[in-house]
């Protein structure tokens, strides 16, 4: 997993993404600075796709950067299920994943490495009691939860940081290269914003 982070070159990034990534930054280097948890729900309207694969990554930026009372959440503005593309390009990045229930909407244990915890990844509404109910950055993953939600009850601060979404390529042949692609991107700026942190 080290080597896989390693690889990420955050020099690819523009600048005009990396102002947009600004605010993450800013909000976690706040919080840490008075050493408060960092609560960061990232939300997508399925919860399936790219706002778990930011959940992901940014818990696991900040354990390689040694942040602590980071705690990554998803959500959505509906419960789906996460996409099975979405585990394998977590996968090849060097996850493990375990299968933890069975029905229509599994719950995964997402582990980067044997000695920390694992996310739990599961599809769920933003406001779901799973998540934090206060005192979050809401963090919008996806245009669609963006223009649908232009409040997120209980957040202290609301970040539109949109990707584009892999999904436009489900049944296709570039689909297991596309949903890597989007995963390593997420990962590559959020690299960068826990890179920032001091």
């Given at each position: 997993m080290v080597s896989e982070i390693e690889k990420l070159e955050i020099s690819t990034i523009s600048e005009d993404r990396k102002k947009i990534?600004?605010?993450?930054?800013?909000?976690?280097?706040?919080?840490?600075?008075?050493?408060?948890?960092?609560?960061?729900?990232f939300i997508c309207t399925h919860n399936s796709r790219r706002s778990h694969l930011s959940q992901v990554w940014a818990q696991t930026m900040?354990?390689?950067?040694?942040?602590?009372?980071?705690?990554?959440?998803s959500g959505g503005t509906e419960a789906t299920a996460l996409f099975s593309s979405v585990k394998?390009?977590?996968?090849?990045?060097?996850?493990?994943?375990?299968?933890?229930?069975?029905?229509?909407?599994?719950v995964y244990a997402i582990k980067n490495s044997n000695v920390l915890p694992p996310v739990i990844g599961f599809s769920k509404t933003f406001d779901d009691s799973f998540n934090p109910a206060t005192n979050f950055a809401a963090i919008m993953t996806c245009n669609s939860a963006n223009e649908a939600c232009p409040l997120v009850p209980g957040s202290e601060k609301r970040i539109p940081l949109t990707f584009e979404d892999p999904k436009v390529y489900d049944g296709s042949d570039e689909q297991a290269e596309k949903y890597l692609e989007r995963s390593l991107q997420i990962a590559t700026e959020l690299k960068y914003v826990f890179s920032k942190i001091k």
């Open positions: 990534l600004r605010k993450v930054i800013d909000f976690v280097q706040t919080k840490k600075d008075i050493n408060a948890i960092i609560n960061l729900n900040a354990y390689y950067y040694k942040i602590d009372n980071v705690y990554s959440y394998e390009a977590l996968k090849g990045s060097g996850f493990q994943i375990t299968q933890l229930s069975y029905e229509s909407n599994p």
